[in-house]
C-alpha cells in the first residue's frame, strides 16, 4: 500500500539535487550498507542514535522507514534509541502531523508511547524515548547511524552495531520557544527527509 497522500505529495517534492557533495560523502557509507544487505537479501536493521532519542533520531527513524515504504525497498527495520532516554518532544509530534502522518499518543507518562501511522496498512511505528539496551531495539546485525556528534563521541562502543556510521544533523532544539521553532523543526524535518529519499533512490535492487 502506498504511503499517505499528503506525505507522498512531500517525498515527490523533495529535492535531492540540492544536496551537496559533500553531504552526500556522509551518506555514501550508509547507502553501501544497505546496498550490501540488499544484494545479500538479507534484512537491514538502522538504529538512529542522539543523545536523547527525542528529536534528530526520531526524524531520522520515521523518514527513513517511510521512504524505504515509498520506495517498495523490502525487510527495511528502522529503530532509533539515546544514550539517554528522556521523551519523544511535542514539537516532533506537531511537526510530523503537519507532514502528513497519523499520530496517536498510546500512553500517559514522562515518556508517553505513540503510534505513528504513515501508510494505512502498514505496521504503525512505536515512539518514544528510549536507550540503546531497550527491548524494542536490535541486539545484532544492524547499523548504528549517529545522528548528532554529542552521542557520536560519547558511544565509543555500541554493543552488536554491525556497522558505525555518523549522520550527523543540527539540533532543532537550538530554537525552542522562540518564534523560528515550528519554521526550524519543519526545515530540520524536510532535511532529512530530503536526504533519506537521496540514500534510498540510490539502492539497486
Known amino acids: 500500500m502506498p504511503v499517505f497522500e499528503s506525505i507522498e ?39 538512529f542514535i542522539c543523545t536523547h532519542n527525542s528529536r534528530r533520531s526520531h ?12 520506495f517498495n525497498l523490502k525487510n527495511v527495520f528502522c529503530y532509533s534509541a539515546g544514550t539517554e532516554a528522556t521523551a519523544l518532544f511535542p514539537m516532533i509530534i506537531e511537526t510530523l502531523q503537519n507532514a502528513g502522518f497519523k499520530m496517536n499518543k498510546s500512553s500517559e507518562s514522562n515518556n508517553p508511547r505513540y503510534t505513528i501511522m504513515f501508510s494505512e496498512n502498514e505496521q504503525p511505528i512505536i515512539g518514544f524515548s528510549k536507550t540503546l539496551d531497550d527491548e524494542f531495539n536490535p541486539t545484532s546485525k544492524f547499523a548504528a547511524i ?3 556528534t554529542q552521542a557520536d563521541e560519547g558511544c565509543p562502543f555500541i554493543t552488536g552495531a554491525e556497522k558505525r556510521i555518523s549522520v550527523p544533523f543540527e539540533d532543532p532544539k537550538v530554537f525552542d520557544n522562540t518564534p523560528q521553532q515550528a519554521k526550524k523543526y ?9 536526504e533519506m529519499k537521496y540514500v534510498f533512490s540510490q539502492i539497486k535492487v
Not at 526524524?59 to 515509498?70: C, D, K, M, R, V
Not at 519543519?186 to 530530503?194: D, F, M, N
Open 9 to 47: 505529495e512531500i517525498i515527490s517534492t523533495l529535492n535531492i539535487a540540492s544536496i551537496s557533495n559533500e553531504r552526500k560523502a556522509v551518506l555514501k557509507p550508509l547507502i553501501d550498507f544497505i546496498q550490501t544487505k540488499t544484494l545479500e537479501n538479507q534484512e537491514i536493521r538502522l538504529n
Open 59 to 70: 526524524l531520522s527513524q520515521i523518514w527513513a522507514q517511510t521512504i524505504a515504504h515509498y
Open 146 to 148: 549517529m545522528t548528532c
Open 186 to 194: 519543519k526545515e530540520r524535518s524536510l532535511q532529512i527527509a530530503t
